[in-house]
């Protein structure tokens, strides 16, 4: 009895191991519950040790005023004057290279735009600060989240007025960081960058000086791995086995364009790597191109299934690669043959007064401080500045200290060197100072070109500098920066970009079309001024640069040319849209105040206009949306005429229409309906009328018993 009743335990105890391993192999990436190491602090006892090591006390230090008052269920602190800061008495413990931590708390503004939470080390591996920026607001008339102090470049919309829980991911390399806020499983901005400050490690809540803040927290929270991991669908590598990925990939930006010349393989392999292992990627291999065009998705879905992201890739043959044409167009060399940094060749270029090399410390210059005057300085090769004079500011007509040349770059810029102009605040550039070379007519034809370049401003120094080529021209910033220094007779667009640092290049593009016997004249242009008529930063010469990687494209004449559209979707309502279908007749539900449609071209970078909110409270509107090509002169007219369905509209009561109100599906018109998402994997089944259905963002198809089908797009 005594064996049969060992044999009965050990097969059911066997049975429970034989379950437990099916489970284990099941769900191999299962993670158990992460823990908080380093700091669990209510911080309701902010100023109480409550004995552990992630409880301990936790006290001000301030330059200016903070007082810090316990509540039921928080503390509030509050700040003005200079700095001053709430963080824990005893320093935290070193981190550990190669891993990540994730600091986890619970906030409410009260007040202030500059509020900051910050993780700080110091240590001798480690000396860094990873700042969250809050401002308030209600997420409507105000309210944001950044990594940039003013939250202006890379700010995320949010209600910081109401309780949020944020959490900060340091990468592995502690150099980057992800911001997220709770109930949204993807980072809200990705790869921030530290900041240097050496203060005592912890995590603080405050205000930098003449910044006002008060704010309630409820909890800090902070532990050793990248908590979020599990939920992370994103790429921490996108390529190209040939062609350009436009822009440069970042794990935030979700859609490319491979711009190819004629000359690449009309083949290309698409490779993508997950940003956390245990994710998997879909739609990575060869991409064969048709008439110089094609389109591919990468999807990435998290460990747990939770989360998915889709990577869109456009790959278009653009023309003709003629960066030949542009004498050096990547700063390599400082005369024709010899490098900027091969200062043992005979040929290296010298100062024409006394036979002295260009090359001072480690980088080609073409002037010396108190030496140079304006009949001696050296020349840029290949490349020309419209006006010297501003240099040459020293009594005796020599120039003062200054900066510029040719010398190594760093990541952001190509093949590992860059050019400068840089001075000093006695200086000040000519209005449209130009940096450029003309490339001759004998070797142009008639036709649209494509200029390319990178470019980097120091912070404070964005003034009025943008890639030109002929008259037309691309500013760094966006529209707004430039009121009062734009130039009459050029043609403008706009990068959009906020200066991030001289050594933080980014990428510019102009096209310009020609007729036949006409030159190119291309480079950069710029001045001292900013767009709202005051001297920029006079830390430096103001409105100083770096730039880099000219390069000259002529685009074939049936893309130049091309003004269609690919696809348009309105905000309410379904639109059957067909790209030579140039006028659309689109009813909207019921009590419809506006709707704002959305164009994509069939050409990236092809102009389009007409796209903004519509008025419909007259019960009727129409958009018109105008398409130009790349030319500059081709163009194509989209016309959308929108009416609203009312009661007493007895025509449209036998129509079907669909409509989306944030995350919510609305079906007109029908009993039953049933929703697919663009897989074909039914998402919804619907038996009633007037029911309405909750989904994720996304496209979805829905079908009635009616023919056809409807698309609706949830944002």
């Not at 309210?143 to 209600?159: E, I, K, M």
Request: hydrophobic share 35%; net charge negative; proline share 4%.
């Amino acid at each position: 009895m005594r064996g049969n009743s060992l044999l009965t335990f050990k097969r059911n105890d066997m049975k429970k191991i034989n379950l437990l391993l099916a489970f284990v192999l099941l769900f191999g990436n299962f993670s158990f519950a992460q823990t908080w190491d380093i700091l669990d602090k209510s911080m309701e006892l902010w100023d109480v040790d409550e004995g552990g090591t992630t409880n301990k006390a936790w006290s001000t230090l301030k330059g200016g005023t903070i007082t810090v008052q316990s509540n039921e269920g928080y503390a509030n602190v509050n700040k003005s004057g200079k700095w001053a800061w709430l963080r824990p008495t005893t320093a935290i413990p070193d981190l550990v290279t190669n891993t990540a931590y994730t600091v986890e708390v619970k906030v409410r503004l009260n007040s202030g735009d500059q509020c900051q939470i910050s993780l700080r080390m110091n240590s001798a591996i480690d000396k860094f600060f990873a700042p969250i920026f809050l401002k308030y607001g209600d997420g409507v008339t105000g309210g944001s989240v950044s990594t940039v102090a003013g939250g202006t470049s890379n700010a995320y919309t949010l209600n910081t007025s109401d309780w949020q829980i944020y959490r900060l991911v340091l990468h592995p390399n502690h150099t980057n960081y992800d911001i997220y806020i709770d109930g949204i499983n993807e980072p809200v901005i990705a790869t921030g960058t530290v900041g240097s400050k050496t203060d005592q490690s912890g995590v603080y809540f405050g205000a930098e000086s003449n910044q006002s803040c008060n704010l309630d927290i409820e909890y800090v929270k902070m532990g050793t791995g990248d908590f979020m991991a599990p939920y992370n669908a994103a790429l921490s590598a996108l390529s190209v086995s040939d062609g350009v990925l436009i822009p440069s990939f970042n794990p935030g930006v979700t859609e490319y364009v491979c711009e190819l010349y004629n000359t690449d393989p009309n083949t290309v392999t698409l490779s993508a790597t997950a940003a956390h292992g245990p994710a998997q990627v879909t739609g990575t291999g060869q991409v064969n191109l048709v008439n110089g065009q094609a389109t591919s998705t990468v999807t990435v879905t998290s460990e747990n299934g939770a989360t998915t992201k889709t990577y869109k890739i456009n790959y278009l043959k653009l023309g003709d690669n003629l960066n030949s044409l542009i004498v050096n167009n990547d700063f390599d060399y400082a005369a024709a043959g010899v490098a900027w940094n091969d200062n043992t060749n005979p040929n290296y270029p010298t100062f024409p007064d006394d036979g002295v090399s260009t090359f001072v410390s480690n980088c080609f210059r073409p002037v010396r401080t108190n030496i140079t005057t304006i009949d001696t300085h050296a020349e840029f090769y290949g490349w020309q500045l419209s006006d010297w004079s501003y240099m040459f500011t020293n009594l005796n007509g020599t120039t003062p200290a200054q900066s510029m040349g040719i010398g190594s770059g760093n990541e952001t810029f190509h093949s590992g060197t860059a050019m400068w102009i840089a001075g000093n605040s006695s200086m000040t550039f000519p209005n449209n100072f130009e940096f450029y070379q003309t490339i001759d007519k004998t070797s142009l034809s008639e036709g649209t070109y494509k200029v390319t370049c990178i470019l980097g401003i120091a912070a404070g120094h964005l003034t009025s500098q943008r890639l030109f080529a002929n008259q037309n021209v691309q500013f760094f910033g966006n529209e707004a920066d430039y009121e009062l220094n734009k130039t009459p007779g050029e043609i403008y667009s706009y990068a959009g970009y906020a200066p991030t640092g001289e050594n933080d290049g980014k990428g510019l593009k102009v096209y310009v079309t020609i007729a036949e016997g006409d030159s190119l004249k291309i480079g950069l242009r710029g001045g001292s001024y900013k767009g709202d008529g005051n001297l920029a930063n006079t830390n430096n010469l103001p409105g100083w640069f770096k730039l880099d990687y000219f390069t000259l494209a002529k685009v074939d004449p049936t893309i130049a040319s091309d003004a269609t559209l690919s696809d348009i979707s309105l905000s309410v309502g379904n639109l059957a849209f067909s790209p030579e279908t140039l006028t659309y007749n689109v009813a909207l539900p019921e009590g419809t105040m506006s709707v704002t449609p959305s164009a994509v071209s069939n050409i990236p970078d092809a102009t389009i206009t007409g796209v903004g909110e519509v008025d419909l409270s007259s019960n009727s509107g129409t958009s018109t949306i105008v398409v130009t090509a790349l030319d500059g002169t081709t163009k194509k007219t989209y016309t959308i005429n929108y009416s609203t369905v009312t009661k007493l509209d007895k025509t449209n009561e036998s129509k079907v229409f669909c409509y989306a109100d944030g995350r919510i599906l609305k079906v007109h018109g029908v009993d039953s309906y049933t929703v697919y998402n663009v897989n074909g994997v039914r998402v919804a089944n619907v038996n009633s009328a007037d029911t309405s259905v909750e989904l994720n963002p996304g496209v979805y198809i829905i079908k009635t018993r009616k023919p056809g089908a409807m698309k609706v797009i949830i944002k």
